[in-house]
C-alpha cells in the first residue's frame, strides 16, 4: 500500500442491489392527462411488486429543468423515459423492466 493510496477497501465499497427501489417521478401540472400517467404508473409498480413511491412534480420550472417541453412526463432514476403522452400500465411496466435490466 502506498502513501497515497486512495482506493476504497473491498468492505468499503458500495453494493448495489437489483432490488433497491427507482426513483419514479411523473412532470405535470396536475391536469388530467398527468394524473391518468401517474395512476397507470402506481398500478405498474404495483404489478411488478416494487414498493417504490413516486413524486408528482407540479413546478414548471423543475419541470424544464428536465428538458421537458411538453407534459405529462415520466422520469425513472434522474433520466427522462417519456413525455408529451399518456402511457398505460403495460407501457409503463415494459419501460421499468428495461430501465431495471
Known amino acids: 500500500m502506498g502513501l497515497f493510496d486512495f482506493r476504497k477497501k473491498k468492505d468499503e465499497m458500495p453494493v448495489l442491489e437489483k ?5 419514479v417521478k411523473v412532470l405535470g401540472g396536475g391536469c ?3 394524473n391518468q400517467l401517474e395512476a397507470s404508473t402506481v398500478a405498474a409498480l404495483d404489478e411488478l411488486g416494487m414498493d417504490t413511491t413516486i413524486e408528482h ?10 428538458g421537458v417541453m ?3 412526463a415520466l ?22 423492466k428495461k430501465v431495471r435490466a
Open 19 to 23: 432490488d433497491v427501489p427507482s426513483d
Open 70 to 72: 411538453s407534459t405529462p
Open 32 to 34: 388530467a392527462k398527468c
Open 75 to 96: 422520469v425513472v432514476d434522474g433520466k427522462v423515459v417519456s413525455y408529451g403522452k399518456v402511457l398505460g400500465k403495460d407501457e409503463v411496466i415494459e419501460i421499468l
Open 57 to 66: 412534480v407540479r413546478d414548471y420550472s423543475e419541470i424544464a429543468a428536465y
